[in-house]
């Protein structure tokens, strides 16, 4: 029988709501009861699941009901040691997953394209990081993944590394050789963490990619929320090795995660692993059917190209078209906007779309959607970028001030044409996608600087870097 049907918190729940329960206890809205002027009552319904830690509905941080039963059966769907819920999105799974496997001063190799917080929890951590600079694909002019030559050259450089945290797939679905890494990590006695944030759907089987859990990883973050049909800030965390203490795991996601967990949070993981857990071939079948119209539909837009991932191996909810006209990706994405096709970023020359993880005879407006994007482009003259870029050239680099050493050293600003050499003294961030693209600490190089000004020009938005849009950057006093 498939277990994979039931849903013990959503049920848990349900049972709640329906003895119209009297509230003596938070949260404030008495499952909605308390007016809000809501006169769609849109946002009551919700509110009536939103419960706390009562009789019958288990407690996040000690589980032994419900939400235990529905945590085993997500351990059981990726046949993982152990599984947990997360309710302060992939976010805490990579604090809480970096704290437990590194210690203070202790030498950790970081794939240099990671999310901003893997790089607070090192922080945090006050582990000495040692970047390991992506591959760079210059059709789709983005960073990839790491090669297993440059791992291979940091573990001979540094032995002595306690972890190795590699972010799989990137943002636009990518996928790279991890299976060898991982081998080639174990072989070594290094614990391999994986933010798979982009990839909880991958145990769904060919041709998606094989999931970091399948391919032996330690530990892995997933962000159900961004992929399967889980509410935002919803997220899993897997253990799967004994090379990581569990206590510690669980001891951190207490510290990070929030005492007072979302109810409807948490209920909205139970239905995302059931959808998943039960989701089967003719569901798959459909799926590949309606993107491969989707897909044939803009590539009848002369305006844009529709990228393919390298040897035709990545995330096929992943769409990358590439502008080909006056427009760069910016300006491309807001035109989308105007007609009412929201996707989720935009960088220099791309625009990114996610697609839904449906079901057989689900209905998704991709027809629409197609017409709506012809029309939004017409008029436009083609025109194509033929333009190499240029990574940086040291594959692993460490941070030219370790992180005690910031706090007591002054900080001013230069020019940023002016700033090549020094010291960055904050993270500037392209948000989307939160990869970092200079680091507090780390040494300033006039490939990054030429990346900040395209950006710059381009129009993107950044996190950090408060001065950039007055061309001044932060950088670390000498003297």
Not at 74 to 81: G, I, P, R, S
Not at 192 to 208: Q, R, S
Not at 286 to 312: C, G, Q, R, S, Y
Not at 385 to 413: C, G, W
Request: net charge negative.
């Amino acid at each position: 029988m498939n277990t994979q049907w039931k849903k013990p918190l959503y049920e848990a729940l349900m049972k709640h709501v329906n003895k119209e329960p009297i509230s003596f206890h938070v949260p404030g809205h008495k499952y909605g009861l308390i007016d809000q002027s809501d006169e769609d009552h849109f946002f009551n319904k919700l509110l009536k699941i939103d419960a706390t830690e009562l009789s019958g509905l288990d407690d996040l941080h000690s589980p032994e009901g419900a939400i235990l039963e529905a945590e085993m059966l997500l351990a059981d769907l990726y046949h993982t040691k152990k599984s947990f819920f997360l309710v302060n999105g992939s976010t805490v799974g990579n604090l809480a997953m970096i704290m437990a496997a590194c210690s203070e001063g202790t030498q950790v190799l970081v794939e240099r394209n990671c999310h901003k917080s893997v790089l607070n929890a090192l922080k945090l951590a006050k582990a000495r990081p040692v970047f390991l600079e992506p591959e760079f694909n210059q059709e789709w002019k983005i960073a990839a993944g790491v090669s297993v030559e440059t791992v291979k050259q940091a573990i001979n450089r540094y032995p002595d590394a306690k972890a190795i945290i590699l972010t799989y797939p990137n943002y636009y679905g990518m996928t790279y050789d991890l299976q060898e890494i991982i081998h080639l990590s174990h072989h070594h006695h290094i614990p391999v963490l994986v933010d798979e944030a982009h990839g909880p759907h991958f145990i769904v089987g060919e041709p998606f990619p094989a999931s970091a859990v399948q391919l032996g990883a330690d530990m892995i973050v997933q962000s159900a929320h961004k992929t399967l049909p889980a509410m935002t800030m919803g997220s899993f965390l897997h253990v799967n090795s004994d090379l990581i203490n569990m206590e510690k795991v669980k001891e951190y996601l207490e510290v990070f995660q929030s005492s007072s967990p979302s109810y409807p949070i948490m209920a909205s993981l139970d239905l995302a692993r059931n959808y998943l857990g039960t989701y089967e071939q003719k569901d798959l079948s459909f799926l590949l059917t309606e993107i491969k119209h989707f897909k044939e539909e803009l590539a009848k837009i002369p305006t844009i190209k529709v990228l393919d991932f390298p040897l035709n191996h990545g995330d096929l909810l992943k769409i990358t078209i590439q502008s080909r006209c006056e427009l760069n990706g910016f300006e491309l994405q807001k035109r989308l906007e105007e007609s009412g096709i929201y996707t989720e970023l935009a960088d220099p020359n791309n625009v990114l779309f996610i697609l839904p993880l449906l079901k057989d005879g689900q209905r998704y407006p991709f027809q629409e959607a197609a017409k709506k994007i012809q029309k939004a482009l017409l008029g436009l003259s083609f025109f194509e970028v033929k333009e190499e870029f240029i990574m940086d050239r040291y594959k692993i680099s460490e941070l030219a001030i370790p992180y005690e050493d910031m706090v007591s050293l002054t900080v001013k600003e230069v020019i940023i044409t002016e700033a090549a050499g020094f010291t960055c003294a904050e993270t500037i961030i392209p948000y989307p996608p939160g990869v970092p693209l200079l680091l507090k600490g780390e040494r300033i190089t006039g490939e990054k600087l030429n990346r900040l000004n395209r950006l710059l020009q381009s129009g993107a938005r950044f996190q950090g870097g408060s001065t950039i849009k007055k061309g001044r950057i932060k950088i670390f006093s000498t003297t």
